[in-house]
């Protein structure tokens, strides 16, 4: 089995308000990352650490971070404790347009790894599109109690396989990895 796993816990201070519960294009964000993720995985695990109740309605078990305040890898660690699977497939509930097909690409790459990764053309990686074995708790844990939230500096640590994904979506003006981080974002893509 394979979980899934919304990383939805941020602070949303440029959106001004729960980013995952926000609407764009009829529904909440959190919901465009379960449908994203839903064909893949047996379970979905919801990282959330406000308006847990609203989260839970979306009938997945939602997970708070353990240790409070270490962004994103906080919420990694949190939810891939809760996991009963080894492979762990990760996406940022502000990220709607990354497809299912990112997915199984970053899936036929999977032999000894313990993350792989996006890579883009320019370099840049998606740390938090991405897949992760839960093998990888220690090193993650080890990460957070020396204050290094950073992801990038977590897959330097890991075993990580990058694999280079085009994020060009025809006939549009966003990547698949655009995310929405503000109010004028939800209105102008």
């Known amino acids: 089995m394979i979980t899934g796993i919304v990383l939805t816990g941020g602070k949303s201070k440029r959106m001004g308000k729960e980013k995952g519960l926000c609407h764009f294009r009829g529904q909440a964000l959190v919901a465009y990352a379960i449908q994203t993720l839903q064909p893949l995985c047996g379970e979905i695990i919801l990282s959330a650490n406000n ?8 009938g997945h078990q939602v997970v708070s971070d353990v240790f409070p305040d270490t962004g994103p890898m906080g919420g990694l660690y949190s ?46 990686i998606e740390p938090l599109t991405a897949c ?42 966003v990547s698949l990895f655009h995310n929405l981080n503000t109010p004028e974002d939800l209105l102008s893509c």
């Open 132 to 173: 992760y074995h839960r093998n990888c708790l220690p090193i993650i844990l080890s990460q957070i109690q020396t204050e290094k939230y950073k992801m990038t500096e977590l897959l330097e640590k890991l075993n990580t396989r990058y694999v280079n994904i085009n994020p060009v979506i025809s006939g549009s003006t």
């Open 79 to 124: 939810s891939l404790l809760a996991s009963k699977s080894d492979l762990n497939l990760v996406i940022s509930c502000d990220t709607p347009f990354v497809t299912t097909s990112v997915y199984e690409d970053l899936l036929s790459h999977q032999d000894l790894w313990q993350a792989i990764v996006p890579l883009r053309e320019n370099g840049y």
């Open 51 to 58: 308006k847990i109740e609203e989260y839970r309605n979306f």
